[in-house]
């Protein structure tokens, strides 16, 4: 019997958070961030990441998370990590910067220079942001598997 074909998963296009109040979440996530919105209405609100997005909807019910969590990429981490300590958010234990927003939403903050994931030109153009780079560690990963910029 042949073997089913398989679609290979290539990204994410967006990431859905689960808050107690929209336009309360987009206060919370704007004293952290800067973005743009896509589009808003009384039950989600979608955070722009250039080719990607963030949404927020309406109805979380669960228990905070513990251990799941989403990395959420910035362009200067440290500069996160002052506008959390600013805005009264407490940074989790542990090697990464982690917090957890006031739904229980875990996120990771991960600076654009220090990972893999590599937005195209073109959409760094579009954003703003043609002055990112990768460091040697994260150039280094993507040229072992044949990703490196040209």
């Not at 019997?1 to 859905?16: C, D, K, Q, S, T």
């Not at 589009?39 to 963030?54: H, N, P, R, Y």
């Not at 909807?57 to 513990?66: E, F, L, N, S, V």
């Not at 506008?83 to 006031?102: H, M, N, S, W, Y």
Request: overall charge neutral; proline content about 3%.
């Amino acid at each position: 019997m042949a073997e089913l074909a398989r679609p290979r998963v290539v990204g994410f296009n967006h990431i859905a958070l689960e808050v107690g109040d929209i336009d309360e979440a987009l206060s919370f996530y704007g004293r952290l961030f800067r973005f743009e919105l896509r589009g808003k209405s009384d039950t989600m609100a979608f955070i722009d990441l250039g080719d990607q997005f963030i949404a927020l909807q309406k109805g979380r019910t669960q228990p905070a998370d513990d251990s799941r969590h989403f990395g959420l990429v910035v362009d200067d981490k440290e500069a996160a990590r002052k506008a959390l300590k600013t805005a009264g958010v407490t940074i989790l234990e542990g090697p990464f910067l982690d917090f957890r927003d006031p739904w229980g939403n875990r996120v990771e903050i991960v600076g654009y220079d220090n990972v893999q994931f590599t937005k195209a030109s073109n959409v760094l153009r579009g954003m703003g942001l043609t002055h990112l780079a990768k460091n040697e560690k994260a150039r280094k990963e993507l040229a072992e598997k044949g990703m490196a910029a040209e």
